[in-house]
């Protein structure tokens, strides 16, 4: 059977002043139905444009998808029209962004807002509409939400407008629900309630969900297989278990030493990455992540690796197996 | 396509050092701005023809009479035609354009003084000081310009003796000009100082320089005013443009510069009356005015592009 | 809602009064009063000391603006003006809606300007409509097709439009609309005046002798006001709200016009009433060539005559006019952006 979402060779670039931007390098793989997908990495590596580019929310110009597929329930994404584009989005793959605080309009009602997909998508009157967005927003737990649905969403708290974003993107019962970031602007306590509430309602709605983070933690509770990228391209793919407990890219490595754990003894300090991730203003002939590399070797810098397989499901891209130190 | 291969050095480069400063992109900014290049090269085609052609007539020529040639039509001897007392026209907006810059310009440095200072003295000081200054800016923007305009310029106009400057003699009336636009157009300026210093006076560095006993004039000049430095410069070039439109509008109701000193502005002064005839009288003076206001214009834009602090979070 | 509009109602006395202090010195320095007093004829100089004292400009400046303010039927005037305070005063002031009387039309001020007031703010009112529809229809469509040759020619036209001197521009229309039409043999624009005196003020004949000065005082406005609509619908359209209304599915209709227009347009409300100042500068320009019968024109004559209290009288009612079109503003802007209430 073929798997609900299949991305093939995705490239995005950006035509901006400073030059050209390549964020998305050609990246591969797959969602099935009901499953949850992790991508990974530091900000300013692809992720977002990656996903914003499955949904052609790309700004063109600056931004151009120059090249691959995107086949959602076997139709090609990337190649269809503006207005069958309109058709999916929202109602079969829907999306929840990363500041709450802006990413709902200013001027409009919050029950305004929430009803808006349902009536354009399911063609419910207002009436209906406003009933099932107070369903949504109680599902969300949001209390006296028929009461809040005339608030503007500058009187919701910030973890009330992402519960919010959320009962908007599952509004119309979407097969995917693509999470960018959603907990990164919040507070900890609220990340941790957001996180349960996607899972909870992922659980009962049996959608596949793509989750965005920068955060190794998060994703362990949640993904069930994950996409490490790094400049644009990923270096390493595999079940959640394998990622964790057996990580082969340096960079993984080097993301998971930066975690702060509880078993660590608290003189241990927390590891950082040397450097900066790249701008992306133009690609390197090699391995993009060789200057920050501690296992970085001469070969590296002439050419970039493919993902070869070391386990059945974990891919990974690197010259170097970092069990061994040595060149595979 | 363009090619997206770069060698390590450049990578490396990228990867391992700081990103660029504010100034560096500023620059790179600017250089790649399309339209801040046209307005540069306006300006240099203009600053030329003034200069060189200063070098071709001299002034004399400009305020020559020739009563057996008024009102000639552009002419191989006259590409511009004449004037009523048979002045060339095209030496007039030669001399008549360093006029009208040199105004352009020294009344914007004349509202950057008198803005700066109110705006910098009323932001920093706070209080008491603030609202009476803070008042007396709002009660003058209020006033529509060129009414405070006409008023200054009635009041102070003939004050002033003509003078010899670098060999030149001006009239008075220029520097009645400068002033009067000056002091109309600071208020913006003053405003802009005023919230900056409002909001870095609480910042660290402020306080660091202020605990290791520094006084309140050096903290003012040598610490707020260069961090505030980019939107000044961004309204200041923005500024001559409309210091050039002023001058013009105020000679146009003929109270700007007297005669025989030109500018573009008074030698459109009795425009209206050749509207239908000599229309070569008026069109390049105006032409003049709008290349140069349009020069000034592109280039601010550029200047507030290549400034602007939220371009340097754009990529990433 | 009704406090803050009192709280700004309140805070526009003392201002108003501070413009008004900084008018009447200026107004009162810019030349001699006397001058073109009674028409044009010479005066000796014991006639002079005499009218001075008569209209009390031989007065301290302050006491003149207290009189100005006030009135004086409180104290004792020279009316012969043989330097003998002979009887109480008549004027009320213009707290209590007295503007003086002309020096040179010897008649109320407030008579003369009511007659002007009218055309100047029918020249405004239809350029502020011309203006607000042009600049929203170029702006918006610019900042959609981004790039395309109609931005370029709209970013041209609006840069042109900017930097173009108002009057210059007037001359070019006048020009090429009144002069070059009649040679052509087309039906030309007039350019003197609000209509034929051998048709009468007619509506077609209005609007007929509207169109240059309009068109004038608007191609300015709507060059730099279609570049903010502009810049503020690209602005908007990057937003994460906007980016939300795609990923909806939305069309692009209801994103557009319904979620960045506006957020959009609500700014070009406050720029509309800051920028009231500049909008009546440009009519004194606009009323003085095309000889529009309106404040602009007026307040050109009255300068040149020093007629200080028709000065006066027009920047006192320009200025309170342009005051509480801010605080209108202020207050249009809170009843369409539910972000800001002021209690």
Known sequence: ?328 | MATTEVTWEVFEEQAERPPLTPAQVAWRRFRRHKMALAGAGILIAIFLYIFIGSLVFSEADANYNDLSVRLSPPSWEHPFGTDTTGRDILARTIYGGQISIIVGVLAVVVSLIVGTLIGAIAGYYGGVVDSILMRFTEAVFNIPQLFLLIILAKMFGGKIPTFQFLGRSFSGSVIVIIGVIGLTSWMYLARIVRANFLALREQEFVTAARCAGARNTTIIFEHILPNSIAPIVVAATLDVASAILSEAYVSFLGLGVQPPTATWGNMLDQAYHHLETEPWMWFFPGMLILLTVLGINFLGDGLRDALDPRALAETG | ?343
């Open chain 3, 1 to 343: 809602m009704g406090r803050y509009i009192v709280r700004r109602l309140l805070q526009a006395i003392p201002l108003l009064l501070i413009i008004s202090v900084i008018l009447f010195i200026l107004a009162n320095e810019m030349g001699d009063p006397l001058a073109s007093f009674g028409g044009r004829r010479r005066i000796r100089a014991e006639d002079r000391a005499r009218l001075a004292r008569q209209l009390g400009l031989d007065r301290p400046i302050l006491v003149q603006y207290v009189v100005w303010l006030v009135g004086n039927d409180w104290m004792g005037v020279d009316t012969d003006g043989d330097g003998v305070a002979d009887a109480r005063g008549a004027r009320r002031g213009i707290l209590r809606g007295d503007f003086g009387t002309s020096f040179t039309e010897r008649r109320p001020v407030l008579e003369i300007i009511r007659e002007r007031v009218g055309n100047t703010l029918l020249l405004m009112l239809t350029s502020e409509i011309v203006i607000l529809i042009f600049s929203l229809a170029i702006g918006i469509y610019s900042a959609l097709r981004q790039y395309s040759t109609l931005d370029y020619a709209a970013t041209a036209f609006s840069f042109i439009g900017y930097s173009m001197p108002v009057f210059w521009l007037a001359l070019i229309l006048m020009y090429i609309f009144a002069v070059n039409f009649k040679r052509w043999g087309l039906p030309y624009f007039p350019t003197v005046g609000m209509y034929d005196l051998a048709v009468g003020p007619t509506v077609s004949q209005i609007l007929w002798h509207l169109a240059l000065p309009v068109a004038t005082i608007s191609i300015i406005s709507i060059a730099g006001y279609s570049r903010y609509v502009r810049a503020q619908m690209l602005e908007v359209i990057n937003q994460d709200y906007i980016r939300t209304a795609w990923a909806k599915g939305l069309p692009r209709r209801t994103v557009i016009l319904k979620h960045a227009l506006k957020n959009a347009a609500l700014p070009l409300v406050t720029i509309l009433g800051m920028d009231l100042p500049l909008l009546l500068s440009g009519a004194v320009v606009t009323e003085s060539i095309f000889a529009w019968p309106g404040m602009g024109r007026l307040f050109w004559d009255a300068a040149q005559d020093t007629d200080i209290p028709v000065l006066m009288g027009i920047l006192v009612i320009i200025s309170t006019l342009v005051v509480l079109f801010q605080i209108i503003t202020d207050i249009t802007y809170t009843f369409l952006d539910p972000r800001i209430r002021y209690d």
């Open chain 1, 1 to 328: 059977m073929s798997p609900l979402l299949e991305v093939r060779d995705l490239t995005t670039r950006f035509y901006t002043l400073d030059g050209v931007v390549c964020a998305v390098n050609g990246i591969s793989y797959t969602l099935e139905e009901g499953e949850t997908l992790g991508i990974v990495g530091e900000s300013g590596c692809g992720k977002s444009v990656s996903v914003l580019s499955l949904m052609r929310l790309i700004p063109e110009p600056p931004g151009r998808i120059v090249a691959g597929e995107a086949l959602y329930r076997g139709r090609d994404l990337l190649r269809l029209s503006e207005e069958e584009m309109q058709q999916i989005r929202g109602r079969e793959i829907a999306m929840v962004f990363q500041d709450p605080m802006t990413s709902l309009n200013p001027v409009f009602t919050v029950g305004d807002q929430l009803t808006e997909p349902m009536r354009l998508h399911l063609g419910m009157s207002r009436k209906e509409a406003r009933e099932r967005a107070a369903e949504l927003l109680e599902m969300v737990g949001i209390p006296r939400a028929a009461e809040r649905l005339d608030d503007y969403p500058h009187q919701f708290s910030g973890g009330m407008r992402q519960r919010a974003m959320i009962a908007m993107a599952l509004s119309c019962s979407p097969s995917i629900l693509i999470a960018d970031e959603p907990t990164t602007a919040l507070d900890v306590t609220i990340q941790a309630q957001i996180v349960d509430l996607v899972k909870a309602l992922r659980d009962r709605l049996g959608m596949a969900v793509i989750w965005i983070t920068h955060d190794l933690g998060v994703i362990a509770g949640i993904a069930e297989r994950v996409i490490v990228m790094y400049a644009g391209f990923i270096v390493e793919e595999g079940p959640v278990g394998e990622i964790y407990g057996n990580p082969r890219h340096p960079y993984t490595l080097a993301l998971l030493a930066s975690l702060p754990r509880v078993d660590r003894t608290s003189n241990q300090r927390l590891a950082v990455i040397p450097g900066l991730p790249p701008d992306l203003l133009g690609l390197p002939p090699g391995c993009p992540f060789t200057p920050r590399c501690s296992y970085a070797r001469p070969e590296c810098r002439e050419k970039n690796p493919d993902l070869q397989p070391v386990h059945s499901g974990h891919r990974v891209a690197c010259w170097v197996d970092v069990t061994t130190g040595r060149l595979r």
